[in-house]
């Protein structure tokens, strides 16, 4: 799996869906400063790595659990990742939305499960784990069991390894924030100085400024 963590992180790198800057941070939607921002998302535009994502998330799945029923996408990023997955597996896909549709039937799981079914759930990203574990909640509502989830890049915060550990979900990730910044050093494409103010924030993203 280490082999696989640098060489995603790697070409999230090359194709600049991973972007570093720590005297130049971004701001999240959350209102956080962060010098790392993530868009794996980006990855749907060069088939060769998107068969990547899909065949390295089956193959997980395929190896961690027994029975798999359905697959679940957290949207909406995790949505084509999730449906490629499925199809790949020959799994019923449904996709969960972060509020219910305020028209129509107002679902908020799209698609169809039924109850017991054992189901794997895909995300993009994983930063706070707020929005992932909600999808995780909404499932376990309607019935179905989580098995797992899976994960394209996970940042690690304390707060949401805490709050899988309380959930109860078991979180793999293809990449990680220790896997980039590793090979983000090796490359070249941050010094040793960036790896003390990176880590800094990861510490304490909510307080983090670039001044400090």
Not at 72 to 90: E, K, M, N, R, S
Not at 110 to 124: A, N, T
Not at 163 to 187: D, M, P, R
């Amino acid at each position: 799996m280490k082999i696989i963590e640098k060489l995603f992180a790697e070409r999230l790198l090359k194709i600049k869906a991973i972007k570093i800057q720590p005297d130049n941070p971004f701001m999240w939607a959350s209102g956080w400063k962060s010098p790392f921002y993530c868009d794996n998302r980006k990855t749907l535009s060069y088939p060769n790595l998107r068969n990547f994502v899909k065949t390295e998330i089956a193959r997980i799945i395929m190896e961690k659990y027994g029975q798999v029923d359905a697959i679940a996408g957290v949207a909406t990023g995790a949505i084509p990742q999730g449906a490629l997955v499925a199809d790949a597996l020959h799994l019923p896909f449904v996709y969960v939305r972060s509020t219910p549709k305020d028209h129509g039937l107002e679902n908020l799981i799209e698609g169809e499960l039924r109850p017991r079914m054992k189901v794997v759930v895909i995300e993009d990203l994983v930063s706070t784990g707020g929005s992932s574990l909600k999808a995780v909640e909404a499932i376990r509502r309607d019935g179905s069991e989580v098995i797992g989830m899976i994960a394209a890049f996970t940042y690690g915060f304390e707060q949401s390894v805490s709050a899988f550990k309380k959930a109860n979900v078991e979180l793999t990730s293809l990449t990680n924030y220790e896997s980039v910044l590793e090979v983000a050093l090796q490359t070249g494409y941050i010094e040793e100085d960036d790896v003390e103010i990176l880590d800094r924030w990861r510490q304490d993203p909510i307080h983090w400024d670039v001044e400090e």
